[in-house]
């Protein structure tokens, strides 16, 4: 199993908004007015060409504030942009013409990773050793709150044994200090 997922060019992400410069114009597009979707992590393993393991992680769980990945990246961009002939982009940099004939460009892209969920959440879950599939599915209370089939997972909880919720602290993205109140769902077979 991975113990960091690729995510390439994009950085972590809380929620996905219709203003995002990294999505397609399709998909800012495919529902109309102002939209924004909180962001799930569905992270899989799979041996021998069986599912084995799933991950469901909010990003609000997960992740830092946007504002946090855009200030580094800034950061790194800004004294890019005084000393060479960049152009916007939604890269971290694009540098122009940066040889004597002004025929070279050098593109600077993010290569974000993150840790492994089963990794940043080990303090509350472990994969259990005996079983075929398993399942862990952490949901800040506030989102849970507000799902419509809440109470239907419930009772589903209470009539099948491998099936469990429960109430854990997780440490918040934004201040590792500070917990936050989620349900930690899990389900083994």
């Known amino acids: 199993m991975t113990k960091e997922l690729q995510l390439n060019s994009s950085h972590p992400k809380v929620k996905l908004n219709k203003n995002d410069p990294m999505i397609t114009k399709k998909c800012q597009k495919a529902e109309s007015g102002d939209w924004e979707k909180n962001v799930l992590y569905i992270i899989g393993f799979i041996q021998n ?26 950061e790194i961009r800004e004294p890019l942009k005084k000393k060479f002939n960049n152009i916007q982009t939604n890269e971290i940099a694009r540098l122009n013409n940066i040889d004597p004939l002004k025929i070279t460009s050098l593109r600077v892209r993010a290569m974000w990773v993150i840790d492994n969920p089963l990794k940043v959440f080990s303090e509350i879950y472990k994969i259990p050793e005996k079983c075929n599939f398993s399942l862990m599915c952490i949901i800040d209370n506030e989102i849970w709150e507000k799902l419509k089939n809440a109470a239907n997972i419930s009772i589903l909880a209470k009539n099948h044994k491998t099936l469990k919720i429960a109430d854990r602290n997780i440490k918040d993205p934004n201040n590792p200090d500070t917990k936050r109140a989620v349900k930690l769902i899990t389900f083994d077979i």
């Open 49 to 74: 060409n069986i599912i084995k393991h799933f991950s469901i992680v909010y990003g609000i769980d997960y992740c830092a504030a946007i504002e946090y990945y855009t200030k580094i990246v800034n």
